[in-house]
């Protein structure tokens, strides 16, 4: 039922940190005419060149963090009408755009996320750790923000207006989970829908390859929640 749908209006943001290797698969899966916009966030490879190479738009943004990336993605799209957000490393499905964005097209739901939980995996895509993790944020959701989810998912997508409203302040890995905080504190329809899951095309993980980056993300994440939390309580 998605193959009708005008994508046109979708610009695809891919936060990408020595990503050259897993490009032509992360790129090559999403719909061809989307505009894909790929945000070098500091690669000491090939990244930005491989990227150019494969016809997407780039653009690079010096300052390390997942938020700055996005944030430099939303900043180059000014034009754009829905603004999707995709994991550079080949993991995810392009094809599911539709499934993620159509929601937001359709006036059906202000935030989608895609659960990889719920959709397909490749067998080991998502460790143990992983899955247990992002299971444990999305009921941390529920708890804290009123919202249910399964996984705390990076394939999503929202009304470019709707992002800029919800004035997200955090620059590094706590980026997703004050999206969801602040669009449930808002009242709006978030909701998520199953993606398929892979094995990242190349390189390697930033964040839940090591544990070090897995406590970083952890410990932005609780400084975002008790943010959140606290703007919830004042008068």
Aim: hydrophobic letters at 50%; aromatic letters at 4%; a positive charge.
């Amino acid at each position: 039922m998605h193959s009708t749908l005008d994508l046109g209006a979708v610009t695809v943001v891919l936060p990408a940190l020595d990503e050259a290797a897993a490009l032509p698969t992360a790129l090559g899966s999403f719909p061809a005419g989307v505009d894909l916009l790929v945000v070098d966030n500091g690669s000491a490879d090939a990244t930005a060149t491989v990227a150019a190479a494969l016809g997407a738009r780039v653009v690079r943004e010096p300052r390390r963090g997942f938020g700055a990336a996005c944030w430099a993605g939303v900043q180059a799209s000014p034009r754009a009408e829905v603004i999707a957000f995709a994991d550079a490393d080949g993991s995810l499905d392009g094809a599911d755009l539709a499934a993620v964005a159509g929601p937001v097209l359709r006036d059906a739901a202000d935030l989608v996320l895609g659960s990889r939980v719920r959709g397909t995996r490749d067998p080991g895509a998502l460790s143990r750790v992983a899955l247990a993790e992002n299971r444990v944020l999305g009921l941390a959701c529920g708890l804290l923000f009123g919202v249910r989810l399964s996984d705390l998912g990076p394939f999503r997508a929202l009304r470019r207006e709707t992002l800029l409203r919800l004035g997200i302040a955090d620059r590094g890995q706590g980026w997703p989970l004050e999206m969801v905080g602040r669009a449930a504190l808002a009242g709006l329809r978030v909701i998520e829908v199953p993606v398929r899951y892979h094995r990242r095309a190349g390189g390697s993980s930033k964040v839940g390859g090591s544990l070090p980056g897995s406590a970083r993300a952890a410990t932005q994440m609780a400084v975002v929640a008790a943010r959140l939390l606290a703007e919830r309580e004042r008068p």
